[in-house]
């Protein structure tokens, strides 16, 4: 939940918070008992805090409020502006089935640079999942009777798409710029999503234990897959480098600043070498292939990732291991 504090007006102490428009609220708690102020303030603050009115725009920022710090948060800024023009102005529970697929079919048939085919399912889906989870919250804190069903897309299979040794060795020599190449070695050395090797500090870098914490302990939003692990010899000797020349506290910078996409150097390098559909999550995609394929079993590929179930990591990436089922088959030798 977003944070409160306790202040106090002519002696009585006060629930005090900023909100979303950065203006303070506060409210008097009725008493001058710190340790009672402390015990009252979170169900007063909830409750003033509580979306008034029942309409999906109203849920949505009630459940963004209550949210408040998760990684989810940012990415519903985006998948809101696809659900606004529809279900904004709605009420929660009259959301029906011909909704969610009239929502489907104009989605994919928005045309755009970026996807000149339509907007893809596996997005649609995403838009609707964020619609399905707000109404859902908002059935649990008996803000609607009941949460509508939401109909979705299939979600699409995980792409297979992933680049062979050769071809990051390659991708390496034709970036351009020394800050997409160590991005690249160090997304391909850890298997770390994008914004966790972005965001990446060299305090989290500990080049005595030859490990890397891709979690930041002072970021308090729920992020996937970032875990601990070791550095390797190659990794070990890019980031030796980098850190004789750095400048900032971040691994991963340029001209002094910390970078937030190497999305444009990436893909250029991938165009050079005949990968034009090269992505940083291509990447992480690529590692945990090269784990599977060494015959490295599910549990310990799962961890390095940083997935919350081994089924996960099992269901994507078992099939790119040599041992998989191996056992099974050798037993209808005949």
């Not at 009630?62 to 009420?91: I, N, P």
């Not at 928005?110 to 919250?137: A, F, N, S, Y």
Request: glycine residues 6%; contains cysteine; proline residues 4%.
């Amino acid at each position: 939940m977003p944070d409160w504090r306790l202040t106090r007006l002519n002696g009585e102490f006060c629930v005090t918070w900023d909100d979303a428009d950065g203006i303070r609220r506060r409210y008097r708690l009725g008493t001058t008992d710190k340790a009672e102020a402390a015990r009252l303030a979170t169900s007063r603050y909830a409750e003033l805090t509580r979306p008034r009115g029942t309409t999906v725009a109203d849920l949505w920022e009630g459940y963004k409020l209550d949210m408040e710090g998760r990684a989810v948060v940012g990415t519903m800024e985006h998948t809101w502006k696809a659900l606004q023009k529809r279900f904004g102005a709605m009420e929660a529970e009259t959301i029906s089935v011909a909704d969610c697929r009239a929502h489907t079919e104009e989605r994919r048939a928005v045309r755009t640079k970026q996807c000149p085919e339509g907007v893809q399912d596996g997005t649609i889906h995403t838009e609707l999942g964020h619609l399905r989870m707000v109404l859902l919250w908002a059935e649990k804190n008996k803000l609607i009777t009941k949460a509508p069903h939401i109909e979705r897309p299939s979600k699409p299979e995980p792409k297979d798409a992933h680049l062979t040794r050769e071809e990051v060795r390659s991708l390496i020599e034709a970036a351009k710029a020394p800050h997409v190449a160590l991005a690249i070695r160090l997304m391909i050395g850890t298997g770390a999503r994008n914004e966790a090797a972005l965001q990446l500090t060299w305090d989290r870098v500990d080049f005595e234990r030859r490990m890397i914490r891709l979690r930041n302990p002072f970021d308090k939003a729920k992020r996937k897959g970032r875990a601990t692990i070791p550095i390797n010899d190659t990794l070990f000797e890019a980031l030796e480098a980098a850190h004789r020349l750095s400048v900032t506290n971040y691994v991963v910078e340029w001209a002094g600043e910390p970078i937030k996409s190497i999305k444009k150097g990436l893909k250029a390098a991938g165009t050079a070498i005949g990968r034009p559909d090269v992505s940083p999550h291509m990447l992480r995609h690529s590692a945990a292939v090269w784990m599977a394929e060494d015959g490295h079993n599910m549990e310990e590929i799962s961890q390095y990732l940083g997935h919350n179930d081994v089924k996960v990591t099992t269901r994507i990436y078992a099939r790119f291991s040599p041992t998989h089922l191996r056992k099974l088959a050798d037993s209808l030798n005949i």
